[in-house]
């Protein structure tokens, strides 16, 4: 069975300070990996994907970035934080591109001050 | 421009009776809509999804009926239960994209 993992579950930042938010998957081969941002009490909004090792790409602009330099794994980060980037981050997969069917993790809560 | 619309925002039941939610798109190309349920603090759950060659997709108490005529959807869940309380999304994808798009949700209150 497939699990994924998100990393921190929780973080409070200052304005300004640097982030580095984590995914992994185990159990499936070389899935798509999603990002996702929640406001409080609001809808999903995709961020980024990615088909396989080394290629991301952008859905929105939100002065974020994301990487994937494993293919078990899926980086969102940025080197300077907003009040706006404060939210629920999830990571999501899917099985093959085109498939639609896609699978969240338990979510990252930033809290940024 | 909201792609996919639900309705109503919150949503109130007592146990025992069928809640009904409702969704809209407006691209006609959208072909793969699944629903998700989201308890507070976690990631959303695929609940159930349909595919727009069919019109009606059942799985125990949940079932979606689905009119592409009118583009529109709607989520029952029968013999409701107060494990049911959650936020229900609704989204949409054209067919081979990655890109799923998310309503705003219902949020369903089941009173016992």
């Known amino acids: 069975a497939q699990t994924i993992h998100q990393w921190p579950v929780a973080e409070i930042k200052a304005v300004g300070s640097p982030l580095s938010l984590g995914c992994t998957i185990k159990g499936k081969s070389s899935p798509n990996l999603y990002w996702y941002w929640q406001a409080t009490g609001g809808t999903l909004q995709q961020l980024f994907y990615?088909?396989?090792?080394?290629?991301v790409e952008s859905v929105v602009q939100l002065n974020l970035s994301a990487s994937r330099p494993k293919d078990d794994q899926f980086i969102l980060s940025t080197e300077k934080l907003l009040l706006s980037h404060s939210g629920f981050y999830l990571c999501?997969?899917?099985?093959?591109?085109?498939?639609?069917?896609?699978?969240f993790g338990p979510g990252t809560r930033l809290t940024v001050l | 421009q909201q792609q996919v619309r639900q309705s109503p925002q919150s949503l109130t039941v007592w146990e025992g009776e069928t809640a009904i939610l409702n969704c809209s798109y407006e691209?006609?190309?959208?072909?793969?809509f699944p629903w998700y349920q989201q308890f507070p603090g976690e990631g959303p759950a695929l609940l159930i999804a349909i595919r727009s060659v069919s019109d009606k997709k059942e799985d125990g108490r949940f079932t979606i009926f689905f009119n592409k005529r009118e583009k529109k959807l709607s989520l029952h869940i029968t013999d409701s239960q107060p494990g049911d309380s959650a936020t229900y999304f609704c989204a949409a994808s054209q067919g081979g994209s990655a890109k799923l798009i998310f309503g705003e949700g219902t949020k369903l209150t089941v009173s016992s």
């Open positions: 999501a997969w899917s099985r093959d591109w085109g498939v639609a069917e896609q699978f």
């Open positions: 691209n006609s190309a959208f072909d793969y």
């Open positions: 990615s088909i396989t090792v080394g290629q």
